[in-house]
């Protein structure tokens, strides 16, 4: 007899990563391209909510959500700063902090999802280590389960170069006004797949301290 689920899980907090990860990894999706509206996950209640109607023409390249069961915090914050100031693009005393969200993913797939509010199952290939204000917003970057097209891309380095673009373009200019000559966001690097696995992991360890952790 099938078991009546009368509350749904959160999908932060509710559903796992999967038990393949970092390899392969659950994804809730907020958005799709065709959206006019940014939607986002609301934290407390697990619903989705709309987050502000698009106001310019950048619209989500690829499903975009976010992964559960991760958190961007000191850990997470602390990879992108190494980075960052191993090449020299911060200043040697400025701390880079978490962005208090969980882990955002695109997943790239040759089919037209219609909504959002979904889970898919993805390969993660790698991602762009966004800097937004001073935060670490990285932006995972993966492609969709035995997709037709993207499933044997192991790695970012084999996309079509004009696929990254469009998707580094999209978060470099999806909050920046026109009339706007300052970036909001700025993409310090472009990793692979091996760092990607690392973001991952840092971005579960900053979930278990910040949720599952037993001491104050």
Same mark, same amino acid.
């Given at each position: 007899?099938? %078991?009546?689920? *009368?509350?749904?899980?959160?999908?932060?907090?509710?559903?796992?990563?999967?038990? *393949?990860?970092?390899? +392969?990894?659950?994804?809730?999706?907020?958005?799709?391209?065709? =959206?006019?509206?940014?939607?986002?996950?609301?934290?407390?209640?697990?619903?989705l909510?709309? #987050?502000?109607?698009?106001?310019?023409?950048?619209?989500a390249?690829?499903?975009?959500?976010?992964?559960?069961?991760?958190y961007?915090?000191?850990?997470?914050?602390?990879?992108?700063?190494?980075?960052? *100031?191993k090449? +020299?693009?911060?200043?040697?005393?400025?701390?880079?902090i978490? &962005? &208090?969200?969980?882990?955002?993913?695109?997943?790239?797939?040759e089919?037209?999802?219609?909504?959002? =509010?979904?889970?898919?199952?993805?390969?993660?290939?790698?991602?762009?280590?966004?800097?937004?204000?001073?935060?670490? =917003?990285?932006?995972l970057?993966s492609?969709?389960? #035995?997709?037709?097209?993207?499933?044997?891309? &192991? &790695?970012?380095?084999?996309?079509?170069?004009?696929?990254?673009?469009?998707?580094?373009?999209?978060?470099?200019?999806? *909050? %920046?006004?026109? #009339?706007s000559e =300052?970036?909001?966001?700025?993409?310090?690097?472009?990793?692979?797949?091996?760092?990607?696995y690392?973001?991952?992991?840092?971005s579960?360890?900053?979930?278990?301290?910040?949720?599952?952790?037993?001491?104050?």
């Open positions: 007899m099938q %078991k009546n689920n *009368k509350f749904r899980a959160h999908p932060w907090h509710g559903i796992t990563i999967g038990p *393949k990860a970092p390899e +392969n990894i659950q994804v809730y999706i907020e958005l799709v391209p065709e =959206d006019g509206i940014k939607y986002e996950l609301d934290k407390s209640s697990g619903l909510k709309v #987050d502000r109607p698009q106001r310019f023409s950048s619209y390249p690829a499903p975009y959500g976010m992964v559960p069961q991760t961007c915090g000191q850990e997470t914050a602390k990879l992108m700063e190494s980075i960052a *100031k090449n +020299n693009q911060v200043p040697s005393d400025q701390e880079i978490g &962005d &208090d969200d969980p882990l955002d993913i695109l997943v790239l797939t089919k037209i999802v219609p909504h959002g =509010d979904i889970l898919m199952t993805a390969k993660p290939i790698g991602g762009l280590a966004l800097l937004d204000r001073g935060e670490a =917003d990285d932006k970057i492609v969709l389960e #035995d997709d037709s097209v993207y499933s044997e891309t &192991d &790695d970012i380095s084999e996309l079509p170069k004009a696929i990254l673009q469009r998707i580094q373009h999209y978060f470099l200019s999806y *909050k %920046k006004a026109p #009339d =300052d970036p909001v966001c700025r993409i310090l690097t472009t990793y692979g797949r091996d760092h990607a690392k973001v991952i992991e840092k579960r360890l900053d979930y278990q301290n910040k949720f599952l952790s037993t001491t104050e």
